[in-house]
């Protein structure tokens, strides 16, 4: 009876082992990419929550054309902000770039006019 080359060498458990490690780091950038995205969307809502209320100090005297000019603004920023900030994975600028935006928003929103 003959045993296979990797049973006797036990190169067997290695493989495995360097499989379930493979696969770990798989599942880990997985989970970290979604986390991202999550992040990056709330973010990015907010945003666009924000800039709605600045439209209420436009001069314009006219509420509706205010809440229009405001769903506007967003229905342009929203996607770019979502790409941007989920394109830029790699050294986190994308990230950067939403919470820039975020509290460029917050700050503006904040201070008296």
Sequence with gaps: MRMSRTIETGLAGASSLHANTKKRQKQQAVLRRCGLLALVCALCFLTAHLVMLLT?????????????????VIAALLPCLVL???AGLRYRWGLMLCL???????????LPL
Excluded: K
């Design 56 to 72: 209420r100090h436009l001069p314009f005297e006219d509420v509706r054309l205010r809440t229009d000019l405001g769903g506007m």
């Design 84 to 86: 941007a900030g989920f």
């Design 100 to 110: 820039g935006a975020c509290a460029a928003a917050a700050l503006t929103t904040a």
